[in-house]
């Protein structure tokens, strides 16, 4: 856009209500609805810290999502995962935004399982806000969890809280809160080829969010997904390409107002 300070003037008050938003990643998930919490992939540094636990290999994953297709609303994330015979380590990068308003979150995280049927993940952010030179930056510290458990073969229950601790930035005039988002969900995998996620959100400060995807393979390296949300009404669609040690994901959605977002992310696998 050529003058950022007109896009900052127009969303204003859309950050005042949700800044500092905790973005999901992976364009599987966002095809998906973004019905990622009990979603089993190399994203959960994003979407659920437990299921990294269930992880093999290690990976370094990128993704772009081009919000409603404006540049300056772009949010960018890599991450880096090691599964390791005491559990996986995850490092993950998030950044949102453009010069004159930019967020950014740093994760470190670290998952297990508990038992045979049940994982959980810790992850601990450092989250950063930059406006310009004039008002400067400031970083918070909060942390994340996760759980996921099996209670029926191929079913997953997901279980996530984001800053339960409330932290939140503040300034000389206001309070600006960090969300406290909790999110629980399940996926089930019908059978080899298809699965379908369900997932219910609420922040605390905002209304209850239900979210539904699907996805289905029709062959080893083409799987085909959509996926459904509201709050505010959202359809998304995608697929998935899967090389062995390379898988990519693009996919889009759609809001009723301000028009559509495209996904992408590309994954290595070692």
Known sequence: MKNPLVLLFLLLPIHLLA?????LAGARSHSMGNASVALIDQW???????????????????YYENRFETKDLSTKTLHFN?????????????????????ESKIGFAYSRALGKHFWA??????????????YGSQSQY??????????????????HVFNP????????????????????????????????TSEIEKDLDQEMKTKFGMEYTITDKISLRAGVHNHPNSISMGVGFSFEMVKANVSFSRHPVLGYTPAADLMISF
Do not use: M
């Open 19 to 23: 800044s500092n938003e905790n973005h």
């Open 44 to 62: 959960g540094t994003f979407n659920n810290q437990a299921v990294l636990a269930k992880l093999e290999h290690i990976s370094i994953g990128a």
């Open 82 to 102: 090691y599964p390791s015979k005491i559990g996986t380590f995850s490092l993950s990068y998030k950044q949102f935004g453009f010069d004159l308003y930019k």
């Open 121 to 134: 993940g810790l992850q601990f952010d450092q989250i950063k806000k930059e406006l310009n030179q004039s």
């Open 142 to 159: 909060t942390f994340e969890i996760g759980i996921l458990a099996e209670i029926l073969t191929d079913i997953y229950l997901g279980f």
């Open 165 to 196: 601790s409330q932290t939140n930035f503040t300034t000389f005039d206001y309070e600006d809160k960090i969300p406290c988002i909790a999110r629980f969900g399940l996926s089930w995998k019908l059978s080899e080829q298809a699965i379908i």
